[in-house]
């Protein structure tokens, strides 16, 4: 599956920010979704996931209650919806798939996209 994403950006501290991750190359519906991230000079986060319909999510600690992942089937299209972003957040983000669903350990999925900046100013 080719995996691609959008819009990240510069943004100040409490602002809000949504990325999209577009799906191709196999039935989309059909597989969950993940987002991890990687600040400068850090490994990769886990940051939240979604199952093939979109009723369970799953999310780190650092961002619940603050981000919101949903998925459109018929667009082929993730969404992370940001909010109160805070420096910290400041990461590449990377949108990922091809993995068990539970099992969310960066060796776990098999597709990622080429990552998005997201800088979130002080």
């Known amino acids: 599956v080719q995996l691609v994403e959008s819009g990240g950006g510069l943004v100040q501290a409490g602002d809000s920010l949504r990325l999209s991750c577009a799906a191709s190359g196999r039935t989309f519906r059909s597989f969950p979704m993940g987002w991890f991230r990687q600040a400068p000079g850090k490994g990769r986060e886990f940051v939240a996931a979604?199952?093939?319909?979109?009723?369970?999510?799953y999310y780190a600690d650092s961002v619940k209650g603050r981000f919101t992942l949903s998925r459109d089937n018929a667009k082929n299209t993730v969404y992370l919806q940001m909010n109160s972003l805070k420096p910290e957040d400041t990461a590449v983000y990377y949108c990922?798939?091809?993995?068990?669903?539970?099992?969310?350990?960066?060796?776990?999925?098999?597709?990622w996209g080429q990552g998005t900046q997201v800088t979130v100013s002080s």
């Open positions: 990922a798939a091809d993995f068990p669903w539970g099992y969310f350990e960066e060796a776990n999925f098999g597709s």
């Open positions: 979604i199952n093939w319909s979109g009723l369970s999510t």
